[in-house]
């Protein structure tokens, strides 16, 4: 598959336990936020998002935490699988418009 | 991945050649994106549409062209390939309101040797 990250933070969680993974904001203005999580030759796949408004959202097994205040953004995977194995990153948007953001991302890798 | 197409997947080129990616929905989303992704960096938007014909520039948009002809259809092209352009590429498309979810395609390996 491509390789869409040779240098990036890793982040390695025991099978069933539970991921955090970070991502730090540059702009205060930016008002929406995206998770994604892109597979070994995949496309990014959308996770969850959250707007500024918000502080927490949920989904199914995942939780996105935003805080203002230190512009960071944090994505909770609960009781992590092997499918979860990929790269993960952030999306911020700036502009109240198309214009988005990518963080470079964080390879989560799930041992057996 | 879901109703969005990108052709071809793989590609070798030499330097100096032109080369047009294609992307196609089936969405009938308004706004169609295309990226470059390279180790080290985040997704970089080249180009995007906001409609049949209306396109603009992104960040890194010199030595790349679109055209928008159908709502369906996005082309990439580059006019003369160089070696920097050597990355994967991706489609992506929005409903168009503000601050709408981006979604992907899969991507397209493009080698430039």
């Known amino acids: 598959g491509e390789s869409v990250g040779l240098h990036l933070p890793t982040l390695s969680v025991q099978e069933g336990d539970n991921s955090i993974i970070n991502c730090a904001y540059s702009?205060?203005?930016?008002?929406?936020f995206i998770w994604y999580k892109q597979e070994s030759g995949k496309g990014p796949q959308f996770i969850i998002d959250?707007?500024?408004?918000?502080d927490k959202r949920q989904g199914q097994r995942v939780t996105v935490l935003l805080n203002k205040t230190v512009k960071h953004l944090s994505l909770q995977i609960a009781a992590t699988q092997p499918g979860d194995s990929a790269v993960y990153f952030c999306?911020?948007?700036?502009?109240?418009?198309?214009?988005?953001?990518f963080g470079p991302g964080t390879r989560l890798s799930v041992l057996p | 991945d879901a109703g969005i197409t990108q052709s071809p997947r793989h590609k070798v080129t030499e330097t100096g050649t032109p080369v047009t990616l294609r992307c196609h929905q089936t969405?009938?989303?308004?706004?169609m994106y295309w990226y470059r992704q390279d180790p080290g960096h985040g997704l970089r938007l080249i180009h995007y549409?906001?409609?049949?014909?209306?396109?603009d520039k992104g960040e890194v948009s010199d030595g790349y062209s679109v055209s928008r002809s159908k709502t369906e259809d996005f082309l990439l092209t580059l006019e003369s390939a160089t070696s920097s352009q050597t990355s994967v590429y991706f489609c992506?498309?929005?409903?168009?309101?503000?601050?709408?979810?981006?979604?992907f395609g899969p991507g397209t390996r493009l080698l430039v040797l």
């Open positions: 992506a498309i929005s409903g168009g309101g503000s601050q709408e979810t981006q979604y």
């Open positions: 702009n205060s203005a930016s008002d929406y």
């Open positions: 959250i707007r500024s408004n918000m």
């Open positions: 999306a911020e948007n700036r502009d109240y418009g198309q214009n988005f953001v």
């Open positions: 969405e009938n989303h308004r706004y």
């Open positions: 549409s906001y409609g049949v014909k209306d396109t």
